[in-house]
Each structure stands twice: as structure tokens, then as C-alpha cells.
């Protein structure tokens, strides 16, 4: 079944700890996103990655880190930088540039503690 | 800078009557307006795009550069339409999109 998995889809951290949310797609998509998604606000864009070993600082990069060694993956790190971590993540990946379709995977909530 | 801007948090309508989100954007180029849907227990997804002038689940929307307007038309809700609805740009290359911060449509019996 083809698409993108986010994992854990619940995470719950105490304060200081650094936290790793997982996004895998077997779509063979170049491109890949992570958005917060807060009530209200909308979704904000964290990170992308065009192509592998290549990312770029999206609006609200301050306090996450990514990594994009492999086609397939784009992990998330939630670093205790950031200050107010609480949220919903949702990872993305596109087919290719300019196409404005973006495919979601199911999100993953943090909560700290 | 782009900016998306959705005034109504939620909208309550019943079903057959006509249904219209808001949408107005801000962006000096020109620019590709999108708008995505997440249904209950679904993942996000695109519903439709300026650039292809479709019909999608009876749902339009009309790119009006004079106002900085895409709002998202229904001629008669259905149950089935609730959901949250995102309005969306893409200024530049490539998909970093700008997202607005939804409306959530209720359609009541």
C-alpha cells in the first residue's frame, strides 16, 4: 500500500528531552515536508527537503533539525530548543516541483509533559 | 511575503443550503491558490487548484486577482462536506506552500 507513514502518531516527552518523529514514503517522491499544524494557525512549514541530502529551513525552523539520507525518509528531531513543542506534525512528500499537490501522512501529536 | 487569511474559523449551514469559505491571500506575483480538505479521520488532501478550473465533489473556486480572492463555492451542502477546509499558495518554486488557518464546515441535517 503506497503512501506516507508517520510514526508514533502519539508521543509524549518531559521537558529538556529531545524527541525523533519518524516519516517514511514509498511514493518515490523527491520532495518532502514537515508542517505544524496548530488550531487556529493553520499549517506552518518546518523544514523541506527537495533532494536527498539537501533541506532547507522552512518559517519556523528554530528548534528542529532534519535529516535526509535516504530518498524515503525525512526525520523530524523536536530539539529542547523549542519552546513550545506541544503540537501536531505532519510530514508531506510531492511528486515534483511546481505541481502544488502535496500527499500528508496521518500526523503525529506531541505532547510535553 | 505571502499570506493566506481564512476570517471565518467555522461555518454552520444545513444541508441543501449554498455554502461559501472565504479565502483572500496576499502575494506581490503572481500566484497558485490551492484548497485542501481533511474529512473526519482522514488524512489532508488536495480538493482543488485555481489552474485547472474543475469541479471537484460540486465544490468551485474562482482566482480573483482584483480582490485576492479564492473562495470555495457550493451550490447546496451536503452532510458529507463537513470537514476542514484549508485555503493554500504556492509564490514560488517549487511546493513550499502558505496555508491559511482553515474553516470548519459544519453541514447539519
Known amino acids: 500500500d503506497g503512501g506516507i507513514t508517520q510514526s508514533p502518531k502519539y508521543l509524549f516527552r518531559k521537558e529538556g528531552q529531545n524527541v525523533t518523529l519518524s516519516c517514511e514514503q514509498n511514493l518515490n517522491h523527491d520532495a518532502m515536508y514537515w508542517y505544524r499544524q496548530d488550531p487556529g494557525q493553520g499549517l506552518r512549514l518546518i523544514y523541506y527537503?527537495?533532494?536527498?541530502?539537501?533541506?532547507q529551513k522552512g518559517d519556523i525552523a528554530e528548534g528542529y533539525s532534519v535529516s535526509r539520507e535516504k530518498k524515503e525518509s525525512f526525520p523530524l528531531t523536536v530539539t529542547s530548543a523549542q519552546k513550545n513543542p506541544t503540537a501536531f506534525y505532519l510530514c508531506a512528500s510531492s511528486p515534483g516541483p511546481n505541481t502544488g499537490e502535496l500527499f500528508f501522512g496521518e500526523g503525529s501529536r506531541l505532547t510535553v509533559l | 511575503a505571502q499570506r493566506v487569511t481564512q476570517p471565518e474559523k467555522l461555518l454552520s449551514v444545513f444541508k441543501g443550503a449554498p455554502v461559501e469559505l472565504k479565502c483572500n491571500y496576499s502575494?506581490?506575483?503572481?500566484?497558485?491558490l490551492f484548497w485542501y480538505v481533511q474529512y473526519s479521520r482522514q488524512r489532508l488532501q488536495l480538493l482543488l487548484r485555481?489552474?485547472s478550473r474543475e469541479s471537484i465533489k460540486g465544490f468551485t473556486a474562482d482566482l480573483n486577482k482584483g480582490e485576492t480572492s479564492f473562495h470555495l463555492k457550493k451550490p447546496f451542502a451536503q452532510e458529507e462536506d463537513s470537514a476542514m477546509y484549508y485555503c493554500a499558495l504556492s509564490g514560488q518554486a517549487g511546493n513550499m506552500l502558505t496555508f491559511g488557518g482553515g474553516t470548519r464546515l459544519m453541514v447539519k441535517p
Open positions: 502575494y506581490s506575483g503572481s500566484p497558485e
Open positions: 527537503s527537495q533532494i536527498v541530502n539537501d533541506f
Open positions: 485555481h489552474i
